[in-house]
């Protein structure tokens, strides 16, 4: 998972960990010697492309300095910088054989906080840290309903046969009040539909819905539905001119993903973090 950023300052690792319909995005951090501006600057760019995505984020790794020290300068713009990207850290205990916490686990301030658990297992002067991300995959879920197949209905015919129902016959209608009359409408077109396009009961498999990145604005909407339209025509099509349209669209969609994305997070990067606060 490549977030735009080449740091200099630390070791960094970006992966999208996937079970099902789940996923949350970890980002995985090691840095070590002094303390420089630069990894400041990098680790709050990745921070700020990052947040762009709705999935479920950790931040962890070992950072080499004190976090338990709240008056330390480094700890308070670390800590600053993750709570202007709605990040808080999750470890409260020292994770070093001397003491200090030094290595960290960090969500989204939104989300319930994980339970982190400190191991011992005798490889290195720091703690092993375990956690639990919910990724469980939800059982599937079924609906049904009764349609009709309306791109199979020939207007010509369902025409023809409206206009030779007593629904275009004024003579039959004398003894009937309004109720009647609505009756005799839904009654004939129910029956004339019923000849030409049975309905049918088709069960669906209901997806949860995922709210949109962002940056998903209507042209990608757009191009998506255009995408999906032509990918149905080849499918149903010999390969032929269908498929390279479908396939073109596709490159061209993947093109404007990019490009939203990349677009927004550089707009963020720009905002101050007052500023950011109040765009969202």
């Known amino acids: 998972m490549n977030v735009g950023v080449n740091c200099t300052s630390c070791e960094l690792l970006c992966t999208r960990i996937t079970s099902g319909t789940s996923l949350c ?7 070590t ?35 338990d020290r709240p008056d330390d300068p480094l700890s308070r713009q670390f800590t600053g910088t993750l709570s202007d990207h709605s990040l808080a850290c999750r470890v409260t205990t020292p994770t070093h054989d ?26 290195s002067d720091h703690r092993l840290l375990k956690w639990t991300v919910p990724l469980v995959r939800p059982c599937p879920e079924y609906t049904t309903r009764t349609c009709r197949p309306w791109r199979l209905l020939d207007t010509d ?25 609505a009756q005799l409408y839904n009654t004939k077109l129910t029956a004339i539909l019923d000849r030409l396009i049975p309905a049918r009961t088709v069960t669906c498999h209901r997806r ?3 709210p949109s990145d ?37 490159q061209s969609y993947r093109a404007l993903f990019r490009r939203k994305r990349d677009a927004f997070s550089c707009r963020s990067t720009k905002l101050t973090p ?7």
């Open 25 to 31: 995005v970890v980002v995985v951090v090691y840095r």
């Open 33 to 67: 010697g002094p303390v420089t501006s630069a990894f400041f600057s990098e680790f709050s760019e990745v921070l700020d492309h990052i947040v762009t995505y709705v999935d479920p984020t950790c931040v962890v790794g070992d950072i080499n300095f004190r976090l």
């Open 98 to 123: 001397r003491g200090g916490l030094l290595d960290i686990v960090t969500t989204r301030d939104d989300l319930p906080s994980p339970s982190v658990e400190l191991a011992d297992i005798g490889l």
């Open 157 to 181: 015919e369902f025409c023809a046969s409206v206009q030779s129902s007593s629904l275009c016959r004024p003579d039959l209608w004398t003894d009937l009040d309004i109720d009647g009359l």
């Open 208 to 210: 949860p819905r995922r």
């Open 214 to 250: 962002p940056w998903f604005d209507e042209e990608c909407r757009a191009m998506k539905r255009q995408v999906r339209r032509l990918e149905s025509a080849a499918c149903r099509a010999d390969p032929s001119d269908a498929v390279t349209a479908a396939w073109t669209a596709e």
């Open 274 to 280: 007052s500023a950011r606060l109040r765009d969202n």
